[in-house]
């Protein structure tokens, strides 16, 4: 069962507006959030990550939100750019300290 | 600044084969993870090693075996290897104190098995 969920497998947006892409995990236990960034033939690049503790995080142009009570949280691109198509991961931190991932979205930036 | 090391890049094998893969963590780091990603796939872990010793097991099948030596490098052994072995391999590696719960990755090594 998917513990991490990424329920859009692609999102297009307009170079200039704001991208905002989805996760939804089931286990409350995790302490830490990750979104990971990864071109083709490329090891996924850390982004932004979140304590559950906290409910927001920004750095730059991106911005990790957190909702414990939905189990959910999301990564806003403001303003998107070009350069920002990929496939982002969202993860999740287990006991160990190893990473679930989810699925990914591909991310299309349009100029 | 160093990062991730992973090797062979590429590597093409048989059925039935085996194969090994290398991972050179960052200087310092104490902590290599081993990712699985076949096609169209989220990254799945298989294993973990802090300290040289293993920490955590994922989907890592009985075929496959792992280990972290004194220098923190990581290999993973793959024997009697099955077309869906093919995947690209990520290894990943963390400071135990680092309480972000950052990992950074390598590059990854591409696995076909023919």
């Known amino acids: 069962d998917q513990q991490v969920k990424q329920n859009s497998p692609s999102l297009s947006v307009q170079e200039g507006r704001i991208s905002i892409l989805n996760c939804d995990y089931t286990?409350?236990?995790?302490?830490?959030f990750l979104w990971y960034k990864k071109y083709p033939a490329e090891g996924p690049t850390f982004l932004i990550s979140?304590?559950?503790?906290?409910d927001k995080n920004e750095d730059g142009r991106f911005t990790v939100f957190l909702n414990k009570s939905a189990k959910h949280l999301s990564l806003h691109i403001v303003p998107s750019q070009p350069g920002d198509s990929a496939v982002y991961f969202c993860?999740?931190?287990?006991?160990?300290?190893?990473?679930?991932f989810g699925k990914g979205t591909k991310l299309s930036v349009k100029p | 600044a160093a990062g991730v090391i992973q090797s062979p890049r590429h590597l093409i094998k048989e059925k039935r084969e085996t194969a090994t893969l290398k991972c050179y963590p960052i200087?310092?780091?104490?902590?290599v993870y081993w990712y699985q990603q076949g096609p169209g796939q989220d990254p799945q872990f298989l294993i973990s090693?802090?300290?040289?010793?293993?920490?955590d097991k994922g989907s890592i099948p009985d075929r496959f075996s792992a280990q972290q030596f004194s220098d923190y490098h990581s290999e993973l052994n793959m024997s009697s290897l099955e077309l869906g072995d093919s995947a690209l391999y990520f290894c990943?590696?963390?400071?135990?104190?680092?309480?972000?719960?950052?990992?950074?990755f390598g590059e990854g090594s591409r696995l076909t098995v023919l």
């Open positions: 990943a590696s963390s400071f135990g104190g680092t309480d972000t719960g950052e990992l950074f």
């Open positions: 286990n409350s236990m995790f302490d830490y």
């Open positions: 979140i304590s559950s503790i906290k």
């Open positions: 993860a999740a931190r287990g006991s160990q300290g190893n990473l679930i």
């Open positions: 200087p310092r780091h104490d902590t």
């Open positions: 090693f802090y300290e040289k010793m293993q920490s």
